[in-house]
């Protein structure tokens, strides 16, 4: 008898970690179908898959496109991820959701937290949104993962951090790539661009997602994060997207309170870390980054000058960038005006000598110093 091919959907799949989770599923030996409003089509997607189209944000909608189908694997990755779950229940061999780290509480109004901000770095177990009046978009985000495990017990829910990679709604990358092409001399970045927050790139979520898939009895029923090994700063992600296109920025340091025009790079307006704890996927699935984080921005930086947004078009607006360079150049004049004033302001620093003694003889109980 010969055993049919086996059959895995990825819902959605022509955003940024679509392409490299259809493609891994081939090369796994599924059959592959991408089920999407069909809006939205990308070259990277092999013509050997089949589109369903339709919408996956609607029950009736969902039910319509599907009907008679079933799955060995379905990766949701788009649409109203807990009806899609609800309305395959039973007809799936593995649902693997795809959620977001700002499930967890403090990520958007760290106030929320004592301390202020997430612990760092933040695991699964840390306490996640649970009402809508905290935070909708959280709660929504974390109820979500309850009513997919409710509906597919043995599921798996990624929460994804911030991707990076073509085909991003929100590409960051463009707020330095496009400063770096029109030859800006320096970045204003908040607190320094020293913030940690996890990213991901595309390629290597698809391949944590895809470990779910090879190793389906130690992922079912739980929760991962994901994201780079790897993590670099605001600051250390312009230099290396500067350097690759042989670019260098003056780095002027502003407090978030005003550091208006680096809020589409830093996508933050508070200056607390947001970095996971990646233990729990490295050590149950085996992660590791197969692709290095520096070279992922490279070619990030590489597809986004080759495919350049429209100036002030949807992508742009999106990021909330205004690249309002006349208000840039205001605001590094006022900073170096408070530097120079700064410097001028002096007092006399009190000595700070290492603080252990070092006796010059024996039996003294105090030092040169006195200590």
């Known amino acids: 008898m010969v055993r049919s091919m086996k059959t895995a959907l990825v819902v959605g799949g022509t955003g940024p970690s679509g ?12 059959e592959v179908a ?20 339709g919408d996956p944000h609607f029950r009736e909608t969902i ?21 899609i779950a609800e309305a395959l229940a039973g007809k799936v061999g593995q649902f693997i959701a795809i959620g977001g780290v700002p499930a967890y509480r403090g990520y958007f109004t760290p106030s929320v937290n004592f301390p202020g901000g997430l612990p ?19 709660y929504l985000i974390a109820s ?31 707020c ?3 400063r770096a092409l029109d030859k800006r001399p320096f970045m204003i970045l908040s607190e320094g661009g020293l913030g ?66 680096a809020r589409g790079v830093s996508l933050e307006v508070t200056p ?47 990021l909330q960038d205004a690249f309002d360079y006349e208000t840039e150049d205001r605001l590094a004049a006022i900073y170096r005006e408070a530097m120079v004033q700064a410097r001028a302001f002096h007092r006399a620093i009190v000595p700070t000598p290492h603080p252990y003694p070092h006796p010059k003889a024996p039996g003294l109980v105090r030092d040169h110093r006195n200590r």
């Open 34 to 53: 991408i089920f999407h409003r069909g809006t939205h089509e990308i070259p990277e997607i092999p013509d050997t898959v089949e589109h369903i189209h």
């Open 144 to 174: 979500t993962e309850q009513a997919v495990l409710a509906a597919q017990p043995r599921g798996v829910v990624y929460r994804y951090p911030y991707v990076y990679g073509p085909y991003q709604l929100l590409p960051r990358e463009w």
């Open 196 to 261: 940690l927050m996890t990213h991901g790139y595309a390629g290597n979520l698809a391949h944590a997602v895809l470990l779910a898939v090879d190793k389906p009895e130690a992922a079912a029923g739980q929760i991962y994060n994901c994201g780079d090994d790897v993590q670099f700063s605001v600051r250390q992600i312009v230099e290396i997207i500067a350097d690759e296109m042989q670019h260098s920025f003056e780095i002027i340091s502003l407090p978030a309170q005003v550091a208006y025009p």
């Open 63 to 83: 039910d319509e496109a599907l009907a008679g189908r079933t799955f060995d694997v379905v990766i949701a990755t788009y649409g109203r991820i807990r009806v």
């Open 176 to 178: 330095i790539i496009r």
């Open 272 to 318: 607390h870390h947001k970095l996971m704890d990646l233990q729990k996927i490295q050590q149950q699935l085996g992660y590791r980054d197969p692709l290095s984080p520096e070279e992922a921005l490279r070619r990030t930086a590489r597809w986004y000058v080759a495919n350049q947004p429209e100036r002030g078009g949807d992508i742009e607006q999106r």
């Open 19 to 30: 392409p490299f989770l259809v493609g891994g599923l081939q090369e796994r030996g599924y």
């Open 120 to 138: 760092t770095p933040t695991p699964e177990t840390a306490p996640t949104v649970q009402t809508e009046e905290e935070h909708r978009f959280s």
